[in-house]
């Protein structure tokens, strides 16, 4: 049994205006309930209808992003890098859209530690 890994990551919401927004997100991996997929976590005063917003989308689309465009087959969550240290997501929803810029580390880092929980340690894979 693998616990499930949580992780933060400050995001910027990118809007047509000048101000952009700092945004706390959480990250969420759990292999127990879906080894495939990874949730990202908004807080309610970023969502449309005022209440916290999860997305869940394959785990290697989010890796996928991170050196190139990448996005789901119906096309709501979409992920691509910006320059050497950023990367930034597109999410579709019938409420509508939102852009959502990140620093790389965070998500990488994030990531690493997914594929640490699916390999055994040394010592559990020796017996």
Known sequence: MHPAIEDHARA????????????????????????????????????????????VFDRSLLEGGMSRPTETESGDVRVWPCGRVQAVMELRSPQGMAVIQFDRTPLLRFLRRTHAVEEPPLAEADH
């Open 12 to 55: 910027c919401l990118i809007t047509d205006g000048p101000q952009r927004h700092a945004v706390p997100v959480a990250l969420r991996y759990d292999p127990e309930e879906d080894p495939l997929a990874v949730h990202l976590i908004f807080p309610p005063d970023v969502s449309p209808d005022g209440a916290e917003n999860e997305w």
